[in-house]
């Protein structure tokens, strides 16, 4: 059973960081493009970042730009997207997603395995 399990978040003060994961059970996440989008109470989803299936191609949000960074560790079958200076609109329900396609993108749509999400709060 192919399967995604994000971990990583939690609660944290402006300003503050988190690290989250991505793990893949069930398939090799070698053969996959992965994204990370998040989703706000009352808001549609929207694509954070992503990075190809090689790696060597990442692409950001403008939103996130500058404070976040995805990575992926092939050998371990996860990828992490550090985030640092966390403001209160970074709030939302974290996910993952895998695509078969080489390159990335940021469209929902593109993505066809889905991890359940990790909360992340941004608060003082």
């Known amino acids: 059973q192919l399967q995604l399990v994000e971990s990583g978040g939690g609660l944290v003060q402006p300003g503050g960081s988190l690290r989250l994961s991505c793990a893949a059970s069930g398939f090799t996440l070698d053969y996959y493009a992965i994204g990370w989008f998040r989703q706000a109470p009352g808001k549609e989803r929207e694509g954070v970042s992503c990075?190809?299936?090689?790696?060597?191609?990442?692409v950001y949000a403008d939103s996130v730009k500058g404070r976040f960074s995805i990575s992926r560790d092939n050998a371990k079958n996860t990828v992490y997207l550090q985030m640092n200076s966390l403001q209160p609109e970074d709030t939302a329900v974290y996910y993952c997603?895998?695509?078969?396609?080489?390159?990335?993108?940021?469209?929902?749509?593109?993505?066809?395995?889905w991890g359940q999400g990790t909360q992340v709060t941004v608060s003082s």
């Open positions: 990075i190809s299936r090689g790696g060597g191609s990442t």
């Open positions: 997603a895998a695509d078969r396609a080489y390159d990335c993108s940021l469209y929902v749509r593109r993505y066809d395995y």
